[in-house]
């Protein structure tokens, strides 16, 4: 079995009393077992634990079939979701795709263009998006499971009236691609009465885990990504992670540390990078982890920089601010692509040491001086080692964190699988808008603006 994905708390053994972690172990075995026994809270959104091995397979076909059909016929994929229904794909197509993605030629890139939106309310950013796609060929994945969230409900009916506009209802439906609850909801009902090809978000998984169900699988293999590798990586770390629970550098070892350094008084964990195509696997982290934690005025704060571009914005907070968090480094161990320098005759800028080196191994300086640098800072840093950048690996990456988050939730002892928090702005702004059964709510707010 390959384990592409290790943690590794070797740098941040100074911080660690080693009773401490083996009663954290303990309790996170303890976690462990409510999770695997379907005995704790939330356990009716436990679905994601056995999909790597599960999934429906006729709907896998026609997920592949479907990214097929986008990449031939569309210049530009529109993809509408927000929260869980967005960044797990984003995170997965900047993650495995070419940097400048859709810079490349159609030729090179041999798929469309692929955008977001529906996770912001913002007209200008909708605005300059349809200026991009102009009189080009487009095709929308609309993915919402609940059907009625604002964002995207607000762009979906925007980029149904330009298809229909463009290709006439049929000829949209053509290139409408819904991803929502099997039976209910109003995406459902339109998807249904327009005979849009529909794909289903299980009922027994949240949104934040269910980037490997056509929620993340469509976008991500229209972007021409092997989603039997994504899957097979999953279901590899799945084994890994039922089968060898007890390994220091496993998924429980990772939900116990942090709990440990939590339980010792740090706030906030810093999930740092030091390649840009991780940016948005980190935003995805952090809505897993955020939306999971907390709660009940518990859970560590999720946050992340990218390294080495924030060490000139946020690195001297981290080196020297308040010493509320410790780091996890993802280290991303190969490269495929990389520059190497050449000597310059007139070294003005002193860097023909570096002759013959490449940026991998500066980049790799950069990496453990900066880890040492934070270590001595009384910031410890917790690692986790990725081998590459493959669909694979990142299967077993989203699988670590997911299985991580729910022991970790459990050890902290809230419900990691809802998100009640989430409603309170929902409400505040339905009054604001005017939203018929609000009103009472309305007069209130407008008397606290
Ligand atoms: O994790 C979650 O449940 C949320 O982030 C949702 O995914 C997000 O609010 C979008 O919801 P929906 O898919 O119902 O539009």
């Known amino acids: 079995m390959k384990k592409n994905v290790v943690f590794d708390y070797s740098k941040a053994a100074q911080y660690i009393d080693g009773d401490a972690l083996k009663a954290m172990k303990a309790r996170a075995l303890e976690a462990r077992e409510v999770l695997m026994g379907r005995t704790g809270a939330g356990n009716d959104f436990l679905g994601w634990i056995d999909l790597p091995v599960a999934y429906d397979k006729d709907e896998f076909a026609r997920i592949q079939k479907a990214a097929a059909q986008i990449r031939e016929d569309s210049d530009v994929l529109v993809v509408i979701g927000i929260g869980g229904s967005y960044l797990g794909a984003r995170a997965a197509n900047e993650f495995l795709n070419h940097s400048f993605y859709n810079n490349l030629s159609r030729e090179e890139r041999k798929a469309p263009e692929i955008y977001y939106c529906g996770n912001s309310i913002s007209g200008t950013y909708l605005k300059h998006l349809i200026e991009i796609i102009g009189e080009r060929d487009f095709s929308v994945n609309v993915i919402s499971k609940s059907g009625t969230t604002t964002e995207p409900a607000i762009a979906f009916r925007v980029f149904k009236a330009l298809a229909e506009k463009k290709y006439g209802k049929e000829g949209a439906a053509k ?150 968090m410790f780091e996890t480094v993802v280290d991303i161990q190969e490269s495929t692509d990389t520059v190497v320098l050449e000597a310059e005759a007139e070294d003005l800028d002193g860097l023909n040491y570096l002759t013959g080196k490449d940026m991998d191994f500066v980049n790799r300086c950069a990496m453990q001086g900066t880890l040492l640098a934070h270590t001595d800072g009384d910031v410890p840093n917790l690692q986790i080692h990725v081998k590459d950048r493959t669909a694979y690996s990142l299967g077993q990456l989203f699988y670590f964190y997911e299985y991580a988050c729910g022991v970790s939730g459990y050890v902290l002892g809230v419900n990691p699988f809802n998100q009640p928090g989430v409603e309170s702005y929902k409400k505040n702004m339905f009054a604001l808008l005017g939203k018929p059964g609000y009103e009472d709510a309305r007069e209130a707010l407008l008397a606290r603006l």
Request: one cysteine or more; hydrophobic letters at 40%; proline letters at 3%.
């Open 175 to 324: 290139r409408i691609y819904a991803t929502t609850d099997q039976k209910k909801g109003a995406l459902k009902t339109l998807a249904t009465a327009e005979g849009y090809e529909s794909f289903i978000v299980p009922d027994d998984i949240g949104g934040r885990f269910s980037v490997l169900t056509a929620v993340g699988l469509l976008p991500i293999a229209a972007s021409g990504v092997d989603i039997c590798a994504l899957m097979q990586g999953a279901a590899d770390m799945r084994e890994l992670c039922l089968n060898d629970a007890e390994a220091d550098d496993g998924a429980v070892m990772y939900a116990a540390v942090r709990n440990l350094f939590l339980e010792n008084g740090k706030t906030v964990e810093l999930t740092t990078n030091y390649e840009p195509c991780f940016h948005y696997v980190a935003e995805w982290w952090k809505q897993l982890y955020g939306e999971s934690e907390g709660k009940d005025r518990k859970g560590l704060f999720p946050a992340s920089c990218d390294f080495t571009t924030d060490l000139h914005s946020m690195g001297q907070y981290v080196q020297d601010g308040a010493r509320i």
